[in-house]
């Protein structure tokens, strides 16, 4: 059983930057595949970011590409997301997940991870 608690989200002013960070419970934390999504008030769940267990490799939603970076530090079974040059449309309730299981590797799918945390909130004003 993984647990999954994210933090660090809010409100910003269009243009300016938030860190989100996901605390993870498990001794295993560095085997694990982790992924942001985010959601929208009527919209579906969508890829952010996501990064391999060993933090080497990593991947974007092209929304985002160049203005976040997802990273991890396995010492502190954390996972980070820094969010830089918000956008109005940046606004949604962020979810930090883990992949545990092995197979297929497809990081932007939402099931491809199987623990999920419970969400924080980033509000971007104009």
């Known amino acids: 059983q993984v647990q999954l608690v994210e933090s660090g989200g809010g409100l910003v002013q269009a243009g300016g930057s938030l860190r989100l960070s996901c605390d993870a419970s498990?001794?295993?934390?560095?085997?694990?595949?982790m992924g942001w999504f985010r959601q929208a008030p009527g919209k579906e769940r969508e890829f952010v970011a996501a990064?391999?267990?060993?933090?080497?490799?990593?991947y974007y939603a092209v929304s985002v590409k160049g203005r976040f970076t997802i990273s991890r530090d396995n010492a502190k079974n954390t996972v980070y997301l820094q969010l830089n040059s918000l956008k109005p449309e940046d606004t949604a309730l962020y979810y930090c997940?883990?992949?545990?299981?092995?197979?297929?590797?497809?990081?932007?799918?939402?099931?491809?991870?199987?623990?999920w945390g419970q969400g924080t909130q980033v509000t971007v004003s104009s």
């Open positions: 997940a883990a992949c545990t299981r092995s197979g297929y590797y497809t990081p932007e799918k939402v099931a491809f991870y199987d623990y």
């Open positions: 498990g001794r295993t934390f560095s085997s694990y595949a």
């Open positions: 990064i391999s267990g060993s933090g080497g490799s990593t």
